[in-house]
T-cell receptor, first 114, second 111 residues
């Protein structure tokens, strides 16, 4: 079982470049989310989706775009990378948005912006 | 909005018991979850409390008091492999939203 798959695992970007972080899940989960993790800051929610065609902003959405055209995929786009976006990015999915629903995480994308 | 507060670091020795506290402020409440993350890895689900009281899963237990907006994760018979970061989390201020996490507690277990 693949679960949640993120690509790439590592990426170095120059300031101003754009890129898309890919996230795919094969569990038919409706809910998908993107988080960034910085030292001492925990996991901060960037964007999330409650189903295909529906997205919403989280705590730190600026500089990022998302779309959800299929249940399986939830890509995160950096429009113009900045050094402040250097972070580890995690994608997560869950079957429902109920409190007792376990979230499954991908292995993360380690992004450095120089 | 929501906020969850937890200590940044906890240290303990093998075989001991450690408690990681979490206090939360939410405009709505949909239960408290706990996740574990080893260094360089992805967070993984440990436990969930919707109602007051203790939930036990092997060496790990989680407690919730909704009246105090407080919960804790209890780890017993600590092992070196329990060295990790532990996060409390709750769903957003309306049902069906994404998980919001505390900043995490780093547990270091020594021999």
């Amino acid at each position: 079982n693949a679960g949640v798959t993120q690509t790439p695992k590592f990426q170095v970007l120059k300031t101003g470049q754009s890129m898309t972080l890919q996230c795919a899940q094969d569990m038919n989960h409706e809910y998908m989310s993107w988080y960034r993790q910085d030292p001492g800051m925990g996991l901060r929610l960037i964007h999330y989706s409650v189903g295909a065609g529906i997205t919403d902003q989280g705590e730190v959405p600026n500089g990022y775009n998302v779309s959800r055209s299929t249940t399986e995929d939830f890509p995160l786009r950096l429009l113009s990378a900045a050094p402040s976006q250097t972070s580890v990015y995690f994608c997560a999915s869950s079957l429902t948005g109920l409190g007792n629903t376990e979230a499954f995480f991908g292995q993360g994308t380690r992004l450095t912006v120089v | 909005g929501q906020s969850l507060e937890q200590p940044s670091e906890v240290t303990a020795v093998e075989g001991a018991i450690v408690q990681i506290n979490c206090t939360y402020q939410t405009s709505g409440f949909y239960g408290l979850s706990w996740y574990q993350q080893h260094d360089g890895g992805a967070p993984t689900f440990l436990s969930y409390n919707a109602l007051d009281g203790l939930e036990e899963t092997g060496r790990f237990s989680s407690f919730l008091s909704r009246s105090d907006s407080y919960g804790y994760l209890l780890l017993q018979e600590l092992q070196m492999k329990d060295s990790a970061s532990y996060f409390c989390a709750t769903r957003g201020n309306q049902a069906g939203t994404a998980l919001i996490f505390g900043k995490g507690t780093t547990l270091s277990v020594s021999s």
